[in-house]
């Protein structure tokens, strides 16, 4: 798991967050990390409409970020009650609230598939549908930036490392992105760092250490963080470097 279980009330904790913003003129979009489960597709029963993201991008569809239209007027609970059955413990489900239809936000979030980093002008997939990253590239971008990735939504809502609703309010406008997403070398690097906890994690569970944190998603992130500080003030910042001291502090600490 990347991140906790939902607690048990979780699908009511939605329902009311969504009860004064659902309408006739209003729609809701599940967003889901496809890349975290192959079997996805199957796990949804046929009973959640999809679009691939991917789809006109020449992307891979098979990991593509799924945008889901939700039926507000019929069987939402019960919808939302199968999301978040079959993404526990991953950190692939947020809700976008929009008064746009499916094909208009579909053409907004077609401008995100990738990101443009400066100075080089390499382009990159940004895998904003990964909620881990999602709250990062929100501290990152500018208020300009910001202003424009959210403009078609009214809210948004998504689960952070204890599987706790965090809701988003977005710019409230019926516009769509009309251009792709360039990030700056200090914004790219900002986005690096905040990584870096997950990237030392990553290498913990390759290297088939996670008997050394706890089993609990959410504190083993935390006293991986802790430990990525401490490798700071050391002045580590290469991943490898920083992921030896931390597994070399967490052996230290075993009883």
Partial sequence: MMIDLYPQQTAQVLMQWLEPSLSTENHLYALLDHSFD?????????RISYTALY???GGDVEVSPLLCPLNTQSGLQAQIELLL???????????????????AVFSHF??????????????????????RIL???????????????LRPFMQLAYF??????????????PQIADKPLILNELQFNQMMDHSLPDQVLQQ????????????????AYAQVSNECMAARAEGLTEVAE????CTARLQESRP
Wanted: overall charge neutral; some cysteine.
């Fill in 242 to 245: 920083v992921a030896s001291f």
């Fill in 160 to 173: 952070d490392r204890a599987a706790k609703l965090v809701v988003v309010n977005g710019a409230h406008q």
């Fill in 204 to 219: 913990i569970y390759r290297d088939q250490l996670q008997a050394l944190l706890p089993a609990q998603a959410s504190l």
């Fill in 85 to 103: 059955q079959i993404t526990a413990g991953q950190p692939m489900l947020s809700f976008w609230l929009s008064p746009l239809d499916r094909e």
């Fill in 110 to 131: 077609a401008n995100y598939c990738d990101v443009i980093l400066l100075p080089e002008k390499i382009s990159m997939i940004l895998r904003y549908a990964d909620t």
């Fill in 135 to 149: 709250p990062n590239l929100l501290a990152t971008l500018s208020p300009e930036q910001s202003a424009m990735f």
């Fill in 55 to 57: 789809q006109d991008q």
């Fill in 38 to 46: 192959p079997k996805l597709l199957l796990k949804m029963k046929n």
